[in-house]
């Protein structure tokens, strides 16, 4: 499954960002053209977090809506999938945002 190894490498990269401390929150960010379910990321979270510093953190996730720029005339339009088309009814547009998946901020609570 895609989402799983999305979540094995967002505990990974927390896990590492701990530096011995605890996880408590990892802020991520999916582009709704992602291709990734948001649901199926954090159903396997808890499981992948298990026995790892991330164990137990919230895990938040942004859904950010899909945009594209015009090439024909410049505006800029939201793009809610992957058939959509410019107002003006040009299919020419470079993506802006949508496809992305990124890690936003990750909270630790440092060792006592
Ligand atoms: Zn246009």
Redesign the pocket.
């Given at each position: 499954m895609h989402e799983l190894s999305i979540v094995c490498s967002i505990v990974d990269l927390a896990s590492q960002a701990a530096e011995g401390g605890v996880v408590r929150r990892v802020t991520i960010e999916i582009g709704k053209l992602s291709g990734v379910a948001p649901d199926a990321i954090a159903f396997c979270f808890p499981e992948v977090a298990r026995g790892t510093p991330v164990e137990g953190a919230a895990l938040d996730i942004r859904e950010v809506d899909a945009e594209a720029r015009?090439d024909?005339?410049?505006?800029e339009f939201p793009t809610p999938d992957l058939l959509s088309e410019?107002?003006?009814?040009?299919r020419q547009?470079k993506r802006l945002r949508g496809e992305e998946l990124n890690i936003k901020s990750i909270e630790i609570e440092e060792a006592a």
């Open positions: 015009c024909v005339c410049g505006a410019c107002p003006c009814g040009s547009f």
